[in-house]
């Protein structure tokens, strides 16, 4: 977190604030709430410390990538992200990299979801749709992280680039101690070799595009905002599907399908897609597993998000294994 020498230090180019908020909730940043004197509110953002023993692999500098993304997204709308009003990356005043950004308006999608109506819920899926198609609709000219934050994680396809992030993931794993069915996850990852090679333009992901990180009006259902692009990269679409519904191992959101059909071309959800999307959802299901250890959770549900993230892991891998049999993955609806 910031002392509030720093965050008045960040401010100044921006204006005198007159109220400072730390808002809650994030996973990863730290992120405050701050009204100027005009009363405007902007939100500043702060990166966690280089080297910080909570960060993974694909971690480091990743605000970065935010401010890029942020950058391509003022001259794109379909994007709905904030306004990028400011940013430092130099870290010469402050040791951490930050930035300021307008303030979101609506609420966040995973607080209210539950007090929206069932077609508020089912129009807020469909407008995720509409904005993952808004980021695909950017082509890069390399696959994985941005090579200008982090050259190791870059490559010129696209099974090399998901090799190094799945490879990173397992070594992340076996370094903080956390027990992975190894031996079967890379089998299955050379199963489905056949299918990530059909991936052969790279486009923008949002890589994190859960309900977190959606802002909507809870009486309508309308997106009025994405945020925490930080974890962007270049690749296959279906990667960003398995990140905007990640705690499901079945059917895709019909509306999330709509939506972005309605905006562009739609998923590919042959056999070979329906292979890779199980593929990155055993990626996610990896990760969020390494981060119970990275991140110290130790609440009372985290037992039972363990057990239940582990039961998924073992679903993706019995249907990943049936690919080299020639059947045909299929979703449970």
Not at 79 to 102: E, G, N
Not at 141 to 156: H, K, M, N, Y
Request: hydrophobic share 45%; with cysteine.
């Amino acid at each position: 977190m910031l002392t509030d020498d720093e965050l008045a230090d960040v401010l100044r180019r921006v204006g005198v604030p007159v109220e400072t908020e730390y808002l809650d909730g994030g996973m990863f940043a730290s992120a405050y709430l701050v009204t100027l004197r005009d009363g405007v509110q902007v939100v500043v953002k702060a990166a966690p410390v280089a080297g910080s023993a909570s960060l993974m692999f694909h971690e480091e500098d990743v605000m970065r990538t935010e401010v890029a993304v942020l950058t391509l997204a003022g001259e794109s709308p379909a994007m709905k992200a904030p306004r990028l009003l400011d940013f430092d990356l130099s870290r010469t005043r402050i040791d951490v990299d930050v930035m300021v950004v307008s303030q979101a308006v609506g609420d966040r999608w995973d607080v209210v979801e539950d007090s929206m109506t069932a077609d508020a819920n089912r129009r807020a899926q469909g407008e995720v749709g509409g904005v993952l198609a808004a980021y695909h609709s950017h082509g890069g000219t390399a696959f994985g992280v941005d090579v200008a934050r982090a050259p190791d994680l870059s490559a010129p396809t696209w099974v090399e680039a998901f090799g190094m992030l799945l490879d990173g993931q397992l070594a992340e794993a076996r370094r903080r101690g956390v027990r992975l069915p190894e031996r079967e996850i890379r089998a299955v990852e050379a199963s489905a070799r056949g299918a990530l090679e059909r991936v052969t333009h790279p486009v923008l992901l949002h890589g994190d595009l859960w309900r977190g990180n959606v802002f909507v009006d809870r009486a309508t259902g309308a997106v009025t905002c994405v945020i925490d692009c930080e974890r962007s990269l270049w690749g296959d679409p279906l990667f960003d599907l398995a990140m905007a519904d990640p705690m499901s191992v079945n059917e895709p959101p019909e509306p999330i399908l709509s939506g972005y059909a309605q905006a562009g071309p739609a998923f590919d959800l042959s056999p070979s897609g329906r292979a890779r999307l199980d593929l990155y959802r055993l990626w996610l299901t990896v990760t969020m597993i390494v981060e119970i250890t990275a991140r110290e959770y130790r609440d009372e549900g985290a037992a039972a998000f363990e057990a239940r993230l582990r039961d998924d892991l073992r679903v993706l891998l019995a249907r990943l294994g049936g690919v080299d049999k020639g059947l045909r993955p299929a979703f449970p609806h």
